[in-house]
């Protein structure tokens, strides 16, 4: 009788060894997915950055010729001005 229980007791402990490997085993494959996520979300994030700051240069580029514009018209319209007063 007392062989069934050592029996017992080293099927149960063997299980629990087994079921904690199985849980370290789900447990580093879920980090590993969310490792994997966090890339790819770091990567989006860059690339909007990116995006953005290119975007941003072109609106200063469209806005630096928009100001340019006006200021060679209020140029001109000076230049009539000064030959209207001489």
Known sequence: MDRN??????QSTDSLD?????LTYIGASISTL???IQAVAAGLALEALQNSK????NDQAKQNANMKEQIDYLISELQQ??????
């Open 34 to 36: 969310g490792d994997g």
């Open 18 to 22: 087994i079921f904690a490997a199985k």
């Open 54 to 57: 290119n975007d941003n240069s």
């Open 5 to 10: 229980k050592n029996t017992f007791k080293n």
């Open 81 to 86: 001005i000064k030959k209207i007063l001489k």
